[in-house]
């Protein structure tokens, strides 16, 4: 490769990136059914193996890879070579494991408990373990593993253009994905998850603004790294000098001050009314001709005008997600009142979309880039889709678990056992092993490292690969390869019991 030729190569990458418009809502909502029906499928798969007279845990190395083929290679070829065909992979696999069910239905334990609506009756009054929401757990963890694989997969020309980011208006995958991560660290926040506030709430605010230091150095590596080695970066995501670390941190410190003014309850309506006004002011002032159409990057609030501003949309969605995880994070005991919550949280999905189609109909298209009221109640309803399609998916799966007599699947509803035998004590055992094996508790035991790690590698691929010219056999296999070391690294990790935190 000549001089200019490697001169071009970032601006080749650039222009690849960008001036792209996204795609249907429906085809983004279509990818929330992939990794719920993985994740039956992993679970179903270990029921099986145990009713066939299986022994679990399996080796170390057979749960990474059993973990890895069942829930990452399905999702890197869904976003690659399996892209246009993807309803068809949809519907095989739940043909696949609706076939699965029916099998464990007629070999369950005790076939004597009656019909099918007698087994669903007793199935509803079931007590479940209530320590956790499993499907919250996985919809964290599954946020990240979907957005490190897009950041790489990006690059690569296998990656269809509809899925990456949008330049001004538009639904990409990667837009969704942006906004998902907001939801996610805040459906576990701790006001979220009800936490007293220790001492004043001024201490509390100061601990929290203290607290992302970690991500305001990240972006400052971040910053410094892609400027002293001349990394592609497309400007009119974040800005000149702004990253999404930059993002997460303001809006932590930001949605702390919020809710020590305001009681936790009312965060729904804290996001509406910082999302309506935000965008009554794009809509009555210069800000967006400002944010879309000004070049002028002269000064640090035009270089970075996408970052700061887009910043407002992004408290909107993390208040939103506290509500949500005020709501999901309640006690509750019995398979019947999470089957209300799985209802509730559908017809919230309904009345989002609802609203977002008015929204895009009278006010204006989804944008990212200035993260408008469009984009908020997208985020919002696209993000509770994808918690209920897991809640469901984790519902079933708790089914054939009650009527198997099998609970050895980890990041899973557990039925409660009031036994106090030999048997439920050894059972109790290899589920602590099972979820010391589990790629996804491996995950969550260290998410922020494992973002970092997808962008250090993200970055070190990028140095030494040709993206934009590798072929599709090429990309998808730099692809497993890049998302293998990434899940080695956090699963080992995991096993010797390390958790990194900052602070």
Known sequence: MTLDEEMALPEGKIAFVSNLNGTTLTEVSLGSLLAPLCVLSRGLFLIVFHLGKGVLPLSQGVHLLLDFMTLIIPLVLSCTILCDILHFVIMGLAIVDFAVLYFVYNNRRRPSQGSLHSTIDKFLQTRVESNMVPFVTVFRVLVNVKTAIS????????????????????????????????????????????????????????????????????????????????????????????????????VRVVASVLLAMFPVNVSWLLALLLSGIYQVIL???????????????????????????SVVGYIAIYMAGVQAGLYLMQSRTLVK????????LLLTCFGLFITLHICQTYIEPVSRRM??????????????????????????????????????????????????SVNSSTYDKIRQNLDALCLVQSVNRNQLLYFLLANIMTGLTNVLVDTINSSDVIAVSVLLMYMFINSLVIFIMHIKKITIKFW
């Open 337 to 344: 009142d999470w089957i209300k919550v799985i209802r509730n």
């Open 283 to 309: 809509q009555t002032t210069d800000l967006k001709n400002f944010l879309i159409h000004n070049d002028d990057r002269t000064g640090f609030l035009q270089a970075n005008k996408e970052g700061i501003f």
């Open 371 to 420: 993260a408008n009221l469009s984009f908020c109640v997208w985020t919002v309803a696209q993000s509770m889709l994808f918690i209920s399609c897991l809640s469901i998916a984790d519902g079933l799966l708790l089914y054939s678990k009650v009527i198997s007599n099998v609970s050895l699947v980890s990041s899973s509803w557990n039925p409660c056992t009031n036994k106090k």
């Open 151 to 250: 950041i790489l997969a990006v690059d690569f020309s296998v990656f269809p253009r509809r899925y990456a980011k949008t330049e001004m208006y538009g639904t990409g995958v990667m837009d969704f994905g942006v906004g998902a991560y907001v939801m996610a660290n805040a459906l576990v926040c701790p006001e979220a998850r009800g936490k007293n506030i220790q001492g004043s709430k001024f201490s509390h605010v100061l601990k929290q603004f203290l607290s992302v230091w970690p991500l305001v150095l990240l972006g400052l590596v971040r910053l410094a790294s892609v400027k002293s080695t001349g990394y592609h970066e497309h400007v009119t995501e974040y800005g000149v000098h702004w990253n999404f670390f930059f993002t997460l941190a303001i």
